[in-house]
Each structure stands twice: as C-alpha cells, then as structure tokens.
C-alpha cells in the first residue's frame, strides 16, 4: 500500500512538473503569436470561484463547476 501513495505522489509530482516546463516553453515563442485562453476555478465551501481572461472560457468553467457541484451533491446522498 505504501508503495502505491508513492507511485501515485511521484505521478502527481511529474505532472505538475510537466505542465510547468511546457508553460515556460510556451513562453519562449513569440508572444504576439500565441494566443491562450485561461480559466481556473474552485469552491470554497459552497461558494465557486473563478479567474478567466476569455468570455467563452468563463461559460466553460461555470458550466463544469455546476456539474462538478451536482455530482457531489449526489454522491454524498
């Protein structure tokens, strides 16, 4: 058992790592040429929040926060 909390920490730890290379990689383009839409949101208790810098980008986080809020209303019955 303990060695799967590893193995599954160690995955985390490379992915977060991943995604931080590829931002910094993104980076070094052009930044005239890319064009990156954000969002990023959560609930703190009951309450979402959300950073966005895209119209479209904030109906998408919203509409995944409402499921997301449903499907946990429902598991936790």
Same mark, same amino acid.
Not at 14 to 31: D, E, Q
């Given at each position: 058992?303990?060695?799967?909390?590893?193995?599954? %920490?160690? @995955?985390?730890?490379?992915? %977060?790592?991943?995604?931080?290379?590829?931002?910094?990689?993104?980076? @070094?383009?052009?930044?005239?040429?890319?064009?990156?839409?954000?969002?990023?949101?959560?609930?703190?208790?009951?309450?979402?929040?959300?950073?966005?810098?895209?119209?479209?980008?904030?109906? %998408?986080?919203?509409?995944?926060?409402?499921?997301?809020?449903?499907?946990?209303?429902?598991?936790?019955?």
């Amino acid at each position: 058992m303990e060695k799967l909390i590893l193995i599954g %920490v160690s @995955l985390i730890f490379i992915g %977060v790592m991943l995604i931080f290379i590829g931002g910094l990689f993104s980076t @070094l383009k052009a930044p005239e040429s890319s064009n990156i839409k954000i969002a990023a949101g959560g609930f703190i208790g009951p309450i979402p929040f959300g950073f966005f810098n895209d119209k479209r980008m904030f109906y %998408v986080l919203i509409g995944l926060m409402i499921i997301s809020l449903f499907l946990w209303l429902f598991l936790n019955k």
